[in-house]
């Protein structure tokens, strides 16, 4: 057990490091960051922030020394360096976990493997015949990077057969996977955190709606049926159980419109519909990705109340300054920004939650002050 007083060090500086900082500062523990870019959100509220390549293996070594345990809030840290500090610290989620969830082809063979529900799926490698495996799932489809895809990014859709030369084009000589396009009823999500002592705690399941393939809205409680929700509660536990889990972990899943479950993406670290835990739940998911890399008993996921929860993009500032005011006059409103000092289109600025007495008031609040600011 890690107790309080100890040091976290966290890799990656960006606004789920902050959060997961400000938990970890304010259950008495020290926090160290590991950023590459300097001045990053998460430094600024941490103790120390260390500015170098994750594959400088010295500065990532003296980094790992420091540390009573080591965990990193987005994916795209490369694996291979993990595995050299291992052995010279607690590292959660492990190493193994993070190589499987950050390759597309890694993650859906792991799932299949593993008898999760998935959409069907088939891999080429660099320079391979894409035009051949398109056919083979089948159109329409989604052609998607292998290495490093988030928020839409490094993908595709191939909707009718003339779409197939420009994915041809586009992916010309780069490892990919081809999904079958799902046309889904909705997306919903959960986060589950596990100890290293196998305790499993899921988070009330979120309803997502995304625009531009970011997360613009997530709806708590889910507005579906009692037996979906019980479904993807259970796919998390078994999915944070068979792939050795130590910490936290969102998992995105596409409900199709005869009511079946399929696991889309994994992400081992806090997710961006959790955020929501931070203002209607008894304890934060940041809070509790805390305690289970620290050994501590998890804290209590239930709901509060109602909530929705909004992004702040970059776009909020096309016309200069959001109107914050708009938000803080509302006692039922949280507003959290990440403290990055440029927008740009796209770019998570931090975000708003709206509690009320259901979720249907929650939403068209959140709805009109999003329109105001």
């Known amino acids: 057990m890690i107790l309080p007083g100890k ?4 890799l990656g500086g ?4 902050r959060m997961l900082a400000q938990a970890a500062t304010q259950l008495g523990y020290r926090v160290q960051v590991y950023e590459p870019q300097a001045h990053s959100p998460a430094g600024a509220v941490a103790h120390r922030e260390i500015n170098a390549a994750y594959e400088d293996l010295a500065a990532l070594t003296a980094f790992a020394r420091e540390c009573d345990v080591v965990t990193y809030e987005f994916e795209n840290v490369p694996a291979a360096p993990l595995q050299a500090i291992e052995a010279l610290t607690q590292l959660y989620p492990h190493w193994r976990v993070l190589e499987t969830a950050q390759n597309r082809s890694r993650e859906k063979r792991w799932l299949r493997d593993n008898g999760f529900p998935h959409a069907k799926f088939s891999e080429v490698a660099a320079g391979g015949d894409l035009g051949a495996a398109i056919r083979q799932v089948g159109v329409p489809c989604v052609v998607k990077t292998a290495d490093f895809g988030y928020d839409g990014k490094g993908q595709l859709k191939v909707m009718a057969e003339a779409d197939v030369a420009a994915a041809v084009g586009k992916f010309h000589g780069q490892p990919v996977v081809i999904e079958q396009f799902i046309d889904f009823a909705c997306e919903v999500s959960a986060v589950v955190a596990r100890s290293s002592g ?11 709606i995304h625009t531009n393939h970011i997360l613009d809205f997530a709806i ?3 507005r579906v049926p009692a037996r979906v929700l019980a479904q993807a509660e259970t796919l998390a536990r078994r999915i944070a159980e068979k792939i050795d889990l130590t ?3 969102g ?5 199709t419109k005869s009511g079946d479950v399929l696991v889309n993406e994994l992400a081992p670290r806090t997710h961006n519909s959790g955020h929501y835990t931070m203002d209607a739940c008894v304890t934060s998911q940041f809070e509790q990705q805390v305690r289970a890399i620290c050994g501590l008993p998890l804290g209590d996921p239930a709901l509060l109340s109602p909530v929705v929860m909004v992004n702040i993009l970059g776009e909020a ?3 200069g300054e959001p109107k914050w005011e708009v938000l803080l006059a509302e006692p039922a409103v949280r507003l959290h920004l990440y403290g990055k000092s440029e927008p740009r289109p796209g770019r998570k600025m ?4 709206v509690r009320a007495a259901d979720v249907e008031a929650a939403l068209a609040k959140a709805r009109a002050l999003k329109a105001q600011l």
């Open 198 to 208: 196998g305790e499993v705690r899921v988070f009330p399941i979120s309803e997502n």
């Open 247 to 249: 910490g936290v972990m």
């Open 14 to 17: 960006g606004q789920l490091g």
């Open 251 to 255: 998992v995105e899943f596409f409900v």
């Open 7 to 10: 040091t976290i060090g966290v």
């Open 317 to 319: 500032w096309a016309k």
């Open 220 to 222: 708590v409680p889910a």
């Open 350 to 353: 931090g975000h708003f939650t």
